[in-house]
């Protein structure tokens, strides 16, 4: 069993979230209870899932979930970091487009594709 950690981070101008581990079934709640809390006041969320090495249909969810969610509050979601199999997954769904697999590490509020 791999550990799965999810860790949030506020700053002035955007909200960070950092997974690491598979993102599946059991895992997937952890990341939406922590998304749900985090406050964003308008600000990006930027998701760093470059520790995911495995994401499953349950993650995907998650991330479309979490973007109709960001999009409805008129704020919007920055992935960054995506493996070759949670790319795969994205690619196989149609969803890729939604999300960025070529966006550098967090560097700055510009340093992935937001959608």
Known sequence: MSTF??????????????VCGEMDLQTCPELAQAASVIALDGKPLYLDLSGVSFMDS???????????????????????????????????????SLFSADAPPLAGPDAALTV
């Open 5 to 18: 950690t999810v860790v949030t981070q506020q700053h002035p101008d955007r909200a960070v979230i950092t």
């Open 58 to 96: 349950s993650g995907l969810n998650v991330l479309l979930l979490l973007h109709q969610r960001l999009h409805g509050e008129g704020s919007r979601l920055a992935i960054t970091g995506l493996q070759p199999q949670p790319a795969r997954l994205l690619q196989m769904t149609g969803a890729y």
